[in-house]
Structure formats: structure tokens, C-alpha cells
């Protein structure tokens, strides 16, 4: 896990120690239970204020895959937003650590974990992105157990014999632009296969004001256990004086890449969440 860099006060704010700067976390704290019943990684999360940090408790969909971590940052909607609406943190699982990125959006909690393929070394991370509402406990009730046993955890599938799943060199590869003229982070990307396991690398071009050539080294994951071909990837940037964790996805012929934008240490702007989508250039 990454070096904690936020603290979480009495009234409930969390301080960028590195900023001076606090962030209500109010969007954040509270009982989150997955909005589908039968879920492929995550059923149930806890975020809670204790010892002045987050602490966030999950159970998994498998009874005996539960997490406890404490926040490694907390992102705000923009550099000088005050309300921490996204956060990063990883924990301790079945089968080695798992990674969280995690964003509020319409009253939803969506988080995307990252987690070793249970098949063991050699195989693809496993990528999942779920949805979850929020508990609404009745008065003097204690939160949901977010480590509670849960029974009906998706079962792993294996792809039926003849489906054919794109191979991730047609989904990712290639050139992409920016669908937004004045984008925050990247204004174009291009990526290539290198490595063994295979890895994404793109090189791509700064929005205004950043590096001109950032490269970013991308793991391919799968969209489950029994997926055979890598579908999504998590990956880490330096933009300028920006460094940046990001994951993403191809839907429907769109790259959308979701930032966790950290800023260096004295700066006086928030840590950031974004997205940014692009499109193919033919």
C-alpha cells in the first residue's frame, strides 16, 4: 500500500498534510451495498472515520475474501475543490493485495478493484468495476457489516466453447484523440505491446501546460477470472508535475480513462479525480 497521506479530524474533514488543505469527506463515510445481487468482486463496503484516517471494510462476493485499508488519498472534482469525492486504497486478499479506485457519482459509489487471476502467476490481473448504493440505517440500527459473510457470490465462467473475445491488441492498439477540445489531462495517446507478460505503453501529448510526451505504462487485466482476453487496464503516468494512477476501458468504439491526479507535495491545489474519453483515429 502507498504511503497515507491524508487525515480524517473529529468533525469529520480529511487534511492533505501535503496541502494544508482539508476535504469533506461526507460524500464519502457510510454503509455501501452493491446495487447487483450477485456480485463479480465486491458485495458489500464500509467507509468510516477511526483514528483520523478512513477506513475502508469490504466482503467480497466469496464469503472468505474480505479487505480492511485505510484511504492512501483522497481526490477532489477539481484542484480547487474542497469535497473529496474519489479515493485510492488497497488491501490484503485471498490471493494477494487488492487495489481500489473508487469515485461518488449520482448518490452511486462506483469502485474498480484490481486483483492477482486466482489461476496464479503468469495469468492477467482480474479487473472488475461495480456500482453500489448507499444503506440508509435506521435510527439507533448499527452500519451493515461490511465483513459479514455473504452468501450467492458469482460464479466464475468459462467462455462457451467457439465465442470469440477480441484480442486486446485490436481493442487498445492504436492511435486515440481526445474527444474534448480543451482536455484537462491528455490530448492524444497511442499504444503498443511490449514486454512478457504483455504490457501496454502508450506515448502520448499533454493537454496545455504538461509534458509533451508522457509515457504510460499500462497492466492489461481481464474482466473477470474466466475472461480469456484482457479487456481493461490500470496504469500509472508523469504529466508534468502531475503523477497519475488511471484505469480504462473501450465501450462502444470510446477510450474512457479515469484519473487519480495527485499534485507535489507544497502544492496548494487538491488532489484530483477526472475522466477523459477518446475516440479511434482512422
Do not use: C
Request: hydrophobic fraction near 35%; glycine fraction near 10%.
Amino acid at each position: 500500500m502507498s504511503e497515507r497521506t491524508s487525515d480524517i479530524s473529529a468533525e469529520g474533514r480529511a487534511d492533505h498534510a501535503q496541502h494544508g488543505r482539508a476535504l469533506d469527506v461526507a460524500e464519502l463515510i457510510g454503509s455501501w451495498v452493491n446495487t447487483e445481487p450477485t456480485p463479480s468482486s465486491i458485495a458489500r463496503v464500509s467507509i468510516e472515520s477511526v483514528d483520523r484516517s478512513l477506513r475502508i471494510l469490504t466482503s467480497g462476493a466469496d464469503p472468505g475474501d474480505r479487505g480492511d485499508a485505510r484511504v492512501d488519498r483522497l481526490y477532489a472534482g477539481s484542484p480547487a475543490g474542497r469535497d473529496a469525492i474519489a479515493f485510492t486504497a488497497a488491501y490484503r486478499g485471498p490471493d494477494g493485495e487488492v487495489g481500489l479506485h473508487a469515485n461518488v457519482s449520482k448518490g452511486l459509489l462506483i469502485l474498480s478493484s484490481f486483483r492477482r487471476h486466482p489461476g496464479g502467476a503468469g495469468r492477467p490481473g482480474v479487473f472488475a468495476r461495480e456500482f453500489f448504493r448507499r444503506v440508509q440505517e435506521p435510527h439507533g440500527q448499527p452500519p451493515v457489516d461490511a465483513l459479514a459473510p455473504r452468501a450467492g457470490g458469482r460464479p466464475v465462467e468459462d467462455t462457451p466453447q467457439g465465442a470469440a473475445n477480441p484480442p486486446a491488441a485490436s481493442i487498445f492498439h492504436g492511435a486515440w484523440r481526445n474527444t474534448q477540445r480543451a482536455p484537462s489531462l491528455l490530448t492524444s495517446l497511442a499504444f503498443s505491446t511490449a514486454g512478457e507478460p504483455p504490457r501496454l505503453r502508450a506515448v502520448g501529448v499533454g493537454a496545455r501546460g504538461l509534458s509533451d510526451s508522457p509515457t504510460i505504462d499500462a497492466e492489461l487485466l481481464t474482466d473477470g477470472p474466466g475472461a480469456h482476453e484482457p479487456s481493461k487496464i490500470r496504469g500509472h503516468a508523469r504529466l508534468g508535475d502531475r503523477e497519475v494512477d488511471l484505469h480504462g476501458w473501450v465501450k462502444q468504439e470510446i477510450l474512457v480513462l479515469a484519473y487519480f491526479v495527485r499534485f507535489p507535495a507544497g502544492d496548494d491545489r487538491s488532489d484530483t479525480f477526472d475522466r477523459e474519453f477518446f475516440y479511434r483515429e482512422r
